[in-house]
C-alpha cells in the first residue's frame, strides 16, 4: 500500500518560513516526479511545484523565487521549502506522487496522493 505522509505546517507570521516533508512507503518515487498542490477552503486545488525524476523542477508564478522544491531519493522524501511567506499562502498542502518521470501541473498526472498538512499565514 503506498503512502504519502506530509509533515511540518503550522501557523507562521508573514514573511516568514516553513519546510513541508512528504515521506513515501510502499513505492520508491526516485523514478517519478513528485509534486505539491495546495488547496484553501471554498477554492480549486491548485499546483505550486514539481520535481521529475532527475531533478529538474517547475513552479506556479504564484510562488517562484519563494519557494523550493527538493527530494531524497535515499529516503523516498521530497520536500518543500516556504520562504517570505503571505497570507495568500495559506492553505492545505498536499504531497503527490507521478506516475511519470516528468513533471506536470495537472492533479490528474499524479497517482498517489497523502491527507495534506495545514499551513496558516497570519498578516
Known amino acids: 500500500q503506498v503512502q504519502l505522509v506530509e509533515s511540518g505546517g503550522g501557523l507562521v507570521q508573514a514573511g516568514g518560513s516553513l519546510r513541508l516533508s512528504c515521506a513515501a512507503s510502499?513505492?520508491?518515487?526516485?523514478?517519478?516526479?513528485m509534486g505539491w498542490f495546495r488547496q484553501a477552503p471554498g477554492k480549486e486545488r491548485e499546483f505550486v511545484a514539481a520535481?521529475?525524476?532527475?531533478?529538474?523542477?517547475f513552479y506556479a508564478d504564484s510562488v517562484k523565487g519563494r519557494f523550493t522544491i527538493s527530494r531524497d531519493n535515499a529516503k523516498n522524501t521530497a520536500y518543500l521549502q516556504m520562504n517570505s511567506l503571505k497570507p495568500e499562502d495559506t492553505a492545505r498542502y498536499l504531497c503527490?506522487?507521478?506516475?511519470?518521470?516528468?513533471?506536470?501541473?495537472?492533479?490528474?498526472?499524479?497517482?498517489?496522493w497523502g491527507q495534506g498538512t495545514q499551513v496558516t499565514v497570519s498578516s
Open positions: 510502499g513505492r520508491t518515487f526516485s523514478s517519478y516526479a
Open positions: 520535481i521529475s525524476w532527475s531533478g529538474s523542477t
Open positions: 503527490a506522487g507521478g506516475q511519470s518521470r516528468y513533471v506536470d501541473t495537472t492533479s490528474s498526472a499524479y497517482a498517489y
